[in-house]
C-alpha cells in the first residue's frame, strides 16, 4: 500500500462512517437454527469521540450523539481535550499547506487528502505519522467501559517516562500516551510490548 493509500484509508477511519457487522443466532419455529446478521452504522473516530462529550440537541457546526447518557464517564473531559488537540493540529497543517479552512475537523482532514497527492515525500510521511497518531488517540478513548486508566505506570519512551498518562483500550486494543502523544496497537504486535512494560511497572493502580 502506498505512502498515499494509508493517507486515505486511516483518514476514512476518522472522518467517514463505517458498518459494523454483527452475527446472532435464532431458533425457529422447527427448532431449527437460522443466522442473522446485525448492521450498524458507526459514524467516524472523530465524530465518536466529539459524541461523547457533547449532549445531543447541542447547536454546532460538528456532528451531535443521538443518545448520550445522564451519568458522565469520568474521562468526557479527556476527550474533549483530545479532540481539541486533533482539532488545532489538523487546522495548522491546512494553515501550513495554504488550504482554506472548512467548517468541521472531518472536512479539513478530507481536504489534508486532497492535498496529500502534492506533497513531497517527507511531508507525505509526517502526514502520515500525525494521522496515525489521532487515530490511535481517537481509538483509545472511544468505548468508555474498556479504557483502563494506569495511574502507577509509566510511560515506556526515553523521552517521556511519565507517570500515570497511559489510557489503554481494551476493546480496540489500542494504548496511548497523553503527555507525549506516542501510541500503541495490537495490528504492529507493539501493544504487547507495552504490556510487558507495564508488568514490570511498580504500584500499577487501574481506574
Known amino acids: 500500500m502506498t505512502l498515499l493509500d494509508q493517507i486515505a484509508t486511516i483518514a476514512d477511519t476518522l472522518t467517514e462512517p463505517h458498518f459494523n457487522r454483527e452475527r446472532y443466532e435464532v431458533w425457529d419455529s422447527n427448532r431449527h437454527k437460522k443466522v442473522r446478521h446485525h448492521t450498524t452504522v458507526l459514524p467516524g473516530l472523530l465524530a465518536q ?90 481509538a483509545v478513548l472511544v468505548g468508555w467501559e474498556n479504557v483502563l486508566v494506569l495511574r502507577g505506570a509509566t510511560c515506556p519512551l526515553p523521552d517521556c517516562e511519565q507517570t500515570g498518562t497511559l489510557r489503554v483500550n481494551l476493546t480496540a486494543e489500542r494504548a496511548a500516551c497523553r503527555a507525549c502523544g506516542a501510541t500503541w496497537s495490537s495490528e504492529d504486535g507493539s501493544i504487547q510490548v507495552l504490556g510487558e512494560h507495564i508488568k514490570t511497572s511498580t504500584k500499577v493502580k487501574v481506574a
Do not use: F, T
Open 49 to 138: 469521540l466529539y459524541q461523547s462529550v457533547i449532549p445531543a440537541g447541542c447547536s454546532s457546526g460538528e456532528p451531535q450523539a443521538s443518545s448520550i447518557p445522564a451519568s458522565r464517564p469520568p474521562l468526557a473531559v479527556e476527550a474533549l481535550s483530545c479532540h481539541d488537540e486533533i482539532s488545532m493540529a489538523v487546522l495548522a497543517w491546512c494553515e501550513d499547506l495554504g488550504l482554506a479552512l472548512r467548517a468541521s475537523v472531518e472536512s479539513n482532514v478530507r481536504a489534508l487528502v486532497g492535498a496529500a497527492g502534492h506533497l513531497d515525500h517527507d511531508l507525505q510521511k509526517r502526514l502520515l505519522a500525525d494521522l496515525r497518531r489521532w487515530r490511535g488517540w481517537s
